[in-house]
């Protein structure tokens, strides 16, 4: 039946309030990069949500390069941990002396309590998207990657999933140790677990390695 | 006085309703690649309230390496949108014949119409950090700058400013425009504004550019 109402209808807008806006800074306030972890299992359905949180983040051209490896297997898991044990060793013996001590006491990730390990790869030659916007960057490619880990940290840390990020590693000897297609780069080694603790403040804050700076003079104007 | 409790007093741990799982999910979903805007100005509380995301943001070591140029002056406007002209028409010059004339007709960027422009850099050489987390992966600065525009991204979003990243750019002739130190890397070139629409789907969809892929396609077990 014809109503008479003819005009075009709008689409219903999504709009958010200024409670959800606070709360959005609250929850950017309280994400954490957590290295201490409970061993306690993270259910299937969360795991799920964090994931799903990828599937609308931004890509160049939508591309959607990210290509995510779930490692499961004790032999991979304890391969990273060698090769982040070593990697840090490395590190460590790179310190300043006057910093060698308070680096050597910093807990740098939870490899081995997380009970899920994450390895986010970018695929540099999918065909998807067409190389639309990667001409001059191509580097967007991998920074839309980072994006969808973005995403999955704050979709974690909304479920109570602390999520850590461990670059202390050789990223080569990842892929291999992950068997891997050679055109996958890593972008990131996640670990995701219910976390020991929930602090406002960075963990590297309160153990004396960095202050945080102020963002006005990080601002200039041209 | 002392009331007698003398049992430590747990810190208050800010958790997250399941509603307000559901409106990130949602703020996810309706966060656009915005290239269409209104030329109404931003108010500045609005921009601030966006910047303020940096803040929050993770970085490597806490190394905090964004830097951030706001661009105000019409003539570095303009060398600007000259730069995505020219990396554009090349763009479409190297584009499939049976595409060539699909990229001509995208809207790519809104540099036109946004009001308000950022430059979002990353420094390659600051002290700040004392490079933990970056020797075996040094890209991790510039993830870091990444996972601060992303956070503006959603910030803006949740008030209902639109942003834009536009990577058909020169990165280079940016900061040679710009007049910023060597040491900077263009990360990201946003333009932000009002948009003129707001939309569930990703232009590039709309447009036959691409389609979205399943994301379960590109997760696997090792």
């Given at each position: 039946?014809?109503?008479?109402?003819?005009?075009?209808?709008?689409?219903?807008?999504?709009?958010?309030?200024?409670?959800?806006?606070?709360?959005?800074?609250?929850?950017?306030?309280?994400?954490?990069?957590?290295?201490?972890?409970?061993?306690?299992?993270?259910?299937?359905?969360?795991?799920?949500?964090?994931?799903?949180?990828?599937e609308?983040?931004?890509?160049?051209?939508?591309?959607?390069?990210?290509?995510?490896?779930?490692?499961?297997?004790?032999?991979?898991?304890?391969?990273?941990?060698?090769?982040?044990?070593h990697?840090?060793?490395?590190?460590?013996?790179?310190?300043?002396?006057?910093?060698?001590?308070?680096?050597?006491?910093?807990?740098?990730?939870?490899?081995?309590?997380?009970?899920?390990?994450?390895?986010?790869?970018?695929?540099?030659?999918?065909?998807?998207?067409?190389?639309?916007?990667?001409?001059?960057m191509?580097?967007?490619?991998?920074?839309?990657?980072?994006?969808?880990?973005?995403?999955?940290?704050?979709?974690?840390?909304?479920?109570?999933?602390?999520?850590?990020?461990?670059?202390?590693?050789?990223?080569?000897?990842?892929?291999?140790?992950?068997?891997?297609?050679?055109?996958?780069?890593?972008?990131?080694?996640?670990?995701?677990?219910?976390?020991?603790?929930?602090?406002?403040?960075?963990?590297?804050?309160?153990?004396?390695?960095?202050?945080?700076?102020?963002?006005?003079?990080?601002?200039?104007?041209?």
């Amino acid at each position: 039946m014809n109503t008479g109402a003819d005009a075009p209808v709008a689409a219903p807008i999504r709009s958010f309030t200024s409670a959800f806006q606070r709360e959005l800074e609250e929850l950017f306030a309280w994400r954490r990069d957590v290295r201490r972890f409970l061993t306690d299992p993270v259910s299937e359905q969360d795991v799920q949500s964090i994931l799903s949180a990828v599937e609308t983040a931004p890509s160049v051209g939508l591309s959607e390069p990210w290509r995510i490896v779930r490692v499961e297997s004790n032999a991979k898991r304890e391969a990273v941990i060698s090769n982040f044990e070593h990697a840090n060793a490395e590190a460590l013996a790179t310190q300043d002396e006057d910093r060698a001590a308070l680096y050597a006491s910093l807990k740098l990730s939870g490899l081995r309590e997380a009970p899920i390990h994450l390895a986010v790869f970018c695929d540099e030659a999918g065909e998807q998207g067409h190389g639309l916007g990667v001409a001059t960057m191509p580097e967007m490619r991998r920074y839309s990657v980072v994006c969808a880990v973005m995403q999955m940290w704050l979709a974690a840390r909304a479920l109570g999933v602390g999520m850590g990020w461990v670059s202390i590693l050789d990223p080569d000897r990842v892929s291999k140790a992950l068997d891997v297609p050679a055109e996958w780069s890593l972008i990131a080694y996640l670990c995701l677990g219910w976390p020991e603790e929930n602090h406002l403040d960075c963990e590297l804050e309160r153990a004396g390695w960095e202050d945080r700076q102020r963002l006005k003079n990080r601002i200039i104007t041209r």
